[in-house]
Structures are given as C-alpha cells and as structure tokens.
C-alpha cells in the first residue's frame, strides 16, 4: 500500500512562493510510474498542474503554471516536490499529490490528504 502525504501548504501573497512535498512509502519513487499534482479549487473541478514520469523523469505541466512551477523528486528522499513561483490568486486551491500507474504497468491510483493554498490579492 502507497502512502502519500503532502506538506508545505500556507497563506501567501501575489507574486510569493512556496514549495509543497509529497512525502511517499509504501513503494520506492523510482518504481512509481506517474506522479502528479493536482489542485481543486472550492467549485470546481479537480485538475492536473503537473507530472512527472518514472526513469528520466519528462514533465508535464498545466498552461497555467508553465514557467511558474516546477515539479521534481528526490530518489534519496523518496519525495516529490512542487516548487511555485510567482503565484496569483488563481492559484488558490487544495492541492493534491498522486501515484499513478495504467494496467500494464501494475495498475494503481492513491492520493494524498491534500494541503491548502491561499494567494491574497
């Protein structure tokens, strides 16, 4: 069983920063196929900001954060990050850390607790 458990989270102004960790056991960060983060914000959707895949790590990323957020993992730590940079208040939302794996490739799907950001105009 794969744990996931983000941190980081808080109240920030437009144009700071902050860096969430998702901290994982339960199964090397290596061997995970897909990670990803994902937000939702009060009324909507839950959608993908950004992933990053297993072995040589390709990234993907939201239009919305590109050039703002960078997404990343520590094999030693067993931890994937997102950096965020510049933030709007648009960016107000529950982010959420995700393992992910298609059938083939063992076929699984957690999800961490979330951690709240808020971006004050």
């Known amino acids: 069983q794969v744990q996931l458990v983000e941190s980081g989270g808080g109240f920030v102004q437009t144009g700071g920063s902050l860096r969430l960790s998702c901290a994982v056991s339960?199964?090397?960060?290596?061997?995970?196929?897909?990670m990803g983060w994902y937000r939702q914000a009060p009324g909507k959707q839950r959608e993908l900001v950004a992933a990053?895949?297993?072995?040589?790590?390709?990234?993907n990323y939201a239009d919305s954060v590109k050039g703002r957020f960078t997404i990343s993992k520590d094999i030693a730590k067993n931890t994937m990050y997102l950096q965020m940079n510049s933030l709007k208040p648009e960016d107000t939302a529950d982010y959420y850390c995700?393992?992910?794996?298609?059938?083939?490739?063992?076929?699984?799907?957690?999800w961490g607790q979330g951690t709240q950001v808020t971006v004050s105009s």
């Open positions: 995700n393992a992910h794996a298609p059938r083939w490739a063992g076929g699984y799907d957690y």
């Open positions: 339960g199964r090397s960060i290596f061997n995970i196929n897909t």
């Open positions: 990053i895949t297993s072995g040589g790590g390709s990234t």
